[in-house]
C-alpha cells in the first residue's frame, strides 16, 4: 500500500484566536474535497479551542506543537495529553529542532513523550535532523540514526503504526536554504533504513516521513517527486491559506 502524504502546519508562535478564525475561514473551502493528502494544523497551545471547534466535520486535523511526558503535576507551563485531547487535539509533534535547540529537549525526553503520545491515542510526529556543523563533518547519518535509536527506545513494532517522522535538517529551517530535493531523500533512506533494524521491514515501509525546512509552493512538487518523501511539515508558508493551499495541492 502507498503511504498516503501528511502536510502540515506548524505556526510556531504565531497568530491571536481572531487570526486563526480568519485562516480556517478562508482555509477550509480552498481544500474542501482534498482527499489524496492528509491535512493537519499545529497552532499554539491557546489557539486550539478556537481552531479544532473551527475545523470540525472537516478534512483538516488539528494537533499540538508540544506535549509534555507526564499525564499531571507541577509543570507551569506545559501542556499535557489528557488537555491536548480533551479539547479535540488528535496530533502533536514531538521535538521540534527549536524544542531542542531552545528548551534543552534530549533524545530521552523525545521517547518519554512519544510512549505518552501512543499510550493515549494522539498521533505522534517526531522530528528528527541534523544542525549544519555536523552536516558539514559528515556527521548526517549517525546523528540521523542516533537520534532514531534515541526517540524509538522501548516502542514495539506493534506499537509503531500511528507514529510519523518528520525530517528537519536544521541548518534549513527558516534560512531560505532547503535541502534539494536529492539530499532530502537521502537522510529519508537513512531514516528508513535505521527504523527496519528497529521495528522490522513492514513497519519501516509503512511509515510516513515528512520533510521540513523552508518548504514553499515553489519547492514542494520537486520535493514531492521523491519516492522517499511522504510529506511536509511546513512553517513560515502556512501562515497564509493561500501559500499553504498550494502547498497541499503541489
Request: charged share 20%; hydrophobic share 45%.
Amino acid at each position: 500500500m502507498p503511504r498516503k502524504a501528511l502536510i502540515a502546519a506548524n505556526w510556531k508562535m504565531y497568530k491571536t484566536p481572531a487570526e486563526a478564525q480568519t485562516f480556517v475561514d478562508a482555509f477550509l473551502p480552498l481544500v474542501k474535497g482534498h482527499t489524496r493528502d492528509e491535512i493537519a494544523l499545529f497552532p499554539s497551545p491557546v489557539l486550539l479551542p478556537t481552531v479544532v471547534p473551527a475545523c470540525e466535520g472537516s478534512n483538516v486535523a488539528v494537533g499540538a506543537q508540544n506535549i509534555h511526558f507526564a499525564e499531571e503535576g507541577a509543570y507551569t507551563g506545559e501542556t499535557s495529553i489528557g488537555q491536548l485531547r480533551a479539547v479535540g487535539g488528535t496530533h502533536t509533534l514531538i521535538g521540534h529542532s527549536e524544542r531542542r535547540q531552545y528548551f534543552a529537549e534530549t533524545d530521552e525526553i523525545v521517547n518519554k513523550k512519544l510512549h505518552t503520545a501512543l499510550k493515549h491515542g494522539v498521533v505522534p510526529i517526531v522530528c528528527i535532523g541534523e544542525v549544519l556543523e555536523e552536516r558539514e563533518a559528515g556527521k548526517t547519518a549517525s546523528v540521523l540514526k542516533t537520534q532514531v535509536n534515541g526517540a524509538f527506545a522501548g516502542v514495539s513494532p506493534e506499537a509503531a503504526a500511528p507514529i510519523v517522522i518528520a525530517y528537519e535538517p536544521v541548518w534549513a529551517i527558516g534560512t531560505g536554504r532547503t535541502a534539494t530535493p536529492e539530499i532530502a531523500a537521502d537522510a529519508h533512506a537513512i531514516i528508513r533504513a535505521e527504523v527496519t533494524k528497529l521495528l522490522g521491514a513492514d513497519v519501516a515501509a509503512a511509515m510516513r516521513i515528512l520533510y521540513g525546512g523552508s518548504v514553499k509552493p515553489d519547492n514542494i512538487t520537486n520535493l514531492m517527486a521523491q519516492e522517499e518523501i511522504d510529506g511536509a511539515l511546513v512553517g513560515g508558508a502556512s501562515l497564509k491559506p493561500e501559500s499553504f493551499t498550494a502547498i497541499v495541492k503541489y
